[in-house]
Antibody, heavy 119, light 107 residues
Framework: EVQLVESGGGLVKPGGSLRLSCAAS????????MNWLRQVPGKGLEWVSS????????YYADSVKGRFTVSRDNAKNSLFLQMNTLRVEDTALYYC????????????WGQGTLVTVSS | DIQMTQSPSSVSASVGDRVTITCRAS??????LAWYQQKPGKAPKLLIY???SLQSGVPSRFSGSGSGTDFTLTISSLQPEDFATYYC?????????FGLGTKLEIK
């Protein structure tokens, strides 16, 4: 069974940093492109970042470029999001999601980890 | 960036009704479109990918159509468990963008 479990969320002050993790199981993690997406509670979905299977291709939303860094450890079946210089507007539930190999659509999502940026 | 315009933003319907949600891309995206269903407190669930392909395990009352810039999600006969919020997303290019969502409510 495919499972994605996010962790690392919490309360942080503006300007602070946080590192999110996503533990993957139930599939060959090293073969899949992975994504981070976020959702302000009660609002819509926003794509944040994508990283290809071997980390060769990385993309960011303009809203986080230069502040967030995505990475992965294929040996540990883990995806990460290092978030620096956090802003109040980064407050959201952060999801990791897997892209299906054949279709390239995000077919499995974790349950999310909540990041709150507040003074 | 490709803008995704989804309509309506909300719709009220009854069990058994047929409902159609539309999504328009600001430029052509071929069939690089997905539809997601999200229920309160849950992660989004993939319903339709590549504009018209039904994700495994999704009931056949859900269908998608369209290509280029105009797409639709149709629920042929609403069931109680279908009341949720639906999002379209384009994956033709980065940044991947979503529509603002359609909240499907019980009439």
């Amino acid at each position: 069974e495919v499972q994605l479990v996010e962790s690392g969320g919490g309360l942080v002050k503006p300007g602070g940093s946080l590192r999110l993790s996503c533990a993957a199981s139930g599939f060959t993690f090293s073969r899949y492109t992975m994504n981070w997406l976020r959702q302000v509670p009660g609002k819509g979905l926003e794509w944040v970042s994508s990283i290809s299977s071997s980390s060769s291709y990385i993309y960011y939303a303009d809203s986080v470029k230069g502040r967030f860094t995505v990475s992965r450890d294929n040996a540990k079946n883990s995806l990460f999001l290092q978030m620096n210089t956090l802003r109040v507007e980064d407050t959201a539930l952060y999801y990791c999601a897997r892209d299906d190999i054949l279709t390239a659509f995000s077919d499995y999502w974790g349950q999310g980890t909540l990041v709150t940026v507040s003074s | 960036d490709i803008q995704m315009t989804q309509s309506p933003s909300s719709v009220s319907a009854s069990v058994g009704d047929r409902v159609t949600i539309t999504c328009r891309a600001s430029q052509g995206i071929y069939s690089w479109l997905a539809w997601y269903q999200q229920k309160p407190g849950k992660a989004p669930k993939l319903l339709i990918y590549a504009a018209s392909s039904l994700q495994s395990g999704v009931p056949s009352r859900f269908s998608g159509s369209g290509s280029g810039t105009d797409f639709t999600l149709t629920i042929s006969s609403l069931q109680p468990e279908d009341f949720a919020t639906y999002y379209c997303q384009q994956t033709k290019s980065f940044p991947r963008t979503f529509g603002l969502g359609t909240k499907l409510e019980i009439k």
